[in-house]
T-cell receptor, first 112, second 112 residues
Framework: DADVTQTPRNRITKTGKRIMLECSQTKGHDRMYWYRQDPGLGLRLIYYSFDVKDINKGEISDGYSVSRQAQAKFSLSLESAIPNQTALYFC???????????FGDGTRLSIL | RKEVEQDPGPFNVPEGATVAFNCTYSNSASQSFFWYRQDCRKEPKLLMSVYSSGNEDGRFTAQLNRASQYISLLIRDSKLSDSATYLCVVNRDPWYGQNFVFGPGTRLSVLP
């Protein structure tokens, strides 16, 4: 089983719909992150959390919200999806400082 | 200037070739360094951490020059399976929020 699991793997939806992407991990890491990646572009940080009660905005948080329900779970919501949020979304975790990140398989999201 | 910059690529090399990727970072407080590989539309996967003394893992060698704020990755005896985008990642400060900074990536195509 994957250490970092994202659901769904693929999603097609319409403009204006509310969407939730879920991430769960079995690595026991405190730090969790959400990124988006657009074709030909690098990873951009949306939100991150260092603890259950800790939520921080990344560089492109507008239009997104997150919830850290437990150490192992970090969900990303698009309250009212718009087409330019079509992208590949990755969840990542990291353990102690200076340790690398580990990524989930990604969620391909298309908003029509 | 971006905080982490990489060779723009793409690199097209024949099987068996040796190829080197370069990465520079601007934040002198950066603490730890990594190379990831990313296949098309897949998640980034950790290739190797980069240590101050340099380190090797099979055909892959990573070097760090803190004085010049420069990281390199050398791939010897390239295989077709090495074709991917290589991401340089810098952990600027493990106690700082947005601590992981990703370079834009360098694409490698190994040709038969």
């Amino acid at each position: 089983d994957a250490d970092v699991t994202q659901t769904p793997r693929n999603r097609i939806t319409k403009t204006g719909k509310r969407i939730m992407l879920e991430c769960s991990q079995t690595k026991g890491h405190d730090r969790m992150y959400w990124y988006r990646q657009d074709p030909g572009l690098g990873l951009r940080l949306i939100y991150y959390s260092f603890d259950v009660k800790d939520i921080n905005k990344g560089e492109i948080s507008d239009g997104y919200s997150v919830s850290r329900q437990a150490q192992a779970k970090f969900s990303l919501s698009l309250e009212s999806a718009i087409p330019n949020q079509t992208a590949l979304y990755f969840c990542a975790t990291s353990g102690s400082p200076n340790q690398p990140q580990h990524f989930g398989d990604g969620t391909r999201l298309s908003i029509l | 200037r971006k905080e982490v910059e990489q060779d723009p690529g793409p690199f097209n090399v024949p099987e068996g070739a040796t190829v080197a990727f370069n990465c520079t970072y601007s934040n002198s407080a950066s603490q730890s360094f990594f190379w990831y590989r990313q296949d098309c539309r897949k998640e980034p996967k950790l290739l190797m951490s980069v240590y101050s003394s340099g380190n090797e893992d099979g055909r892959f060698t990573a070097q760090l020059n803190r004085a010049s704020q420069y990281i390199s990755l050398l791939i010897r005896d390239s295989k077709l399976s090495d074709s991917a985008t290589y991401l340089c990642v810098v952990n600027r400060d493990p106690w700082y929020g947005q601590n992981f900074v990703f370079g834009p990536g360098t694409r490698l195509s190994v040709l038969p």
